[in-house]
């Protein structure tokens, strides 16, 4: 009996339905870390726990400027403005001695300009500050003790370690100055000098003629009759010396003005 074949009708099989959802597929992404990962003590992390609170940048904020406007700041700023001040542009003397009376009395105390100040700002009549030629040794200080007397000094309040003097400039470098019956010639002419009082002029002495040497000056104090100057032992002043000229009178008050 001849085998029937089954017929492969598609009939026969069961229909296959597709179903197709009518929402968006769905979307592939890449996972970063969850801002929930747990932390070690078993509780979620809070992005907090990670950032500095902006109450905290206000309070550092609000402690410097609490500390920028208190008193041992500023007082920390006059310090540093009064170390530059005294350094480079202007410092306070005191008038120890009558020297340079009737134009600076005992106890005077005056300003001396160093800014941009170079031993070829030097004129005859100048009013000038120099240190000792001749120092001797400095008196043993504590570093404390030492700061403040610098600071004393700076405004005029403290002598220096080795004492400053204050002269008047009467010969140039290289000029030839003599002194003959109480009158002051620099190269054979005879020099005015209408600061001094008539005892002062009285006073002035003899002097064989001197040439200045290069690169120093010549000094006296006005009140002739009582200074140590280049007449007298101090010599000439070397210009590495000066510190500076004096150009106003500020205390006291009743002798306040510019120093002629």
């Known amino acids: 009996m001849p085998e029937i074949e ?11 339905i597709a179903l197709r959802t009518t ?14 990962a747990v932390a070690p003590n078993g509780g979620a992390e809070r992005p907090s726990d990670h950032a500095d609170h902006p109450g905290d940048e206000a309070e550092k904020d609000s402690a410097a400027r609490r500390f920028v406007g208190s008193t041992p700041f500023l007082i920390f700023v006059a310090l540093v403005v009064a170390i530059l001040v005294k350094t480079f542009v202007i410092q306070a003397f005191y008038i120890p001695s009558e020297s340079m009376v009737p134009t600076l009395e005992v ?24 240190e000792n030629p001749n120092p001797g040794g400095l008196p043993d200080r504590s570093g404390v003790s030492s ?8 405004i005029g309040l403290a ?19 003599e ?24 006073s002035n002495g003899d002097l064989e003629p001197t040439t200045v ?31 500076g000229k004096a150009f106003v009178l500020i205390w006291p008050p009743s002798h306040v003005g510019g120093i002629g």
């Open 6 to 16: 089954r017929a492969n009708d598609a009939a026969d099989e069961p229909e296959t």
């Open 179 to 202: 002194i003959e019956e109480n009158v002051v010639y620099i190269e054979g002419e005879p020099l005015d000098e209408p600061y001094l009082t008539e005892e002062a002029r009285s």
């Open 23 to 36: 929402g968006p597929a769905p979307l592939q992404t890449t996972l970063e870390p969850s801002t929930d």
């Open 147 to 154: 700061v403040l007397h610098w600071l004393g000094e700076g």
């Open 159 to 177: 002598q220096p370690e080795n004492e400053d003097f204050i002269k008047r400039v009467i010969g140039l470098p290289g000029e030839t100055i």
């Open 107 to 130: 106890g005077d105390r005056v300003f001396v300009s160093k800014f941009m100040f170079d031993g070829g700002d030097v004129a005859r009549g100048d009013v000038i500050v120099f």
């Open 213 to 243: 040497p290069d690169g120093e000056v010549f000094v006296m104090g006005d009140n002739r009759g009582n200074s140590a100057d280049s007449r007298y032992g101090l010599g000439t002043v070397p210009l590495d010396r000066v510190i």
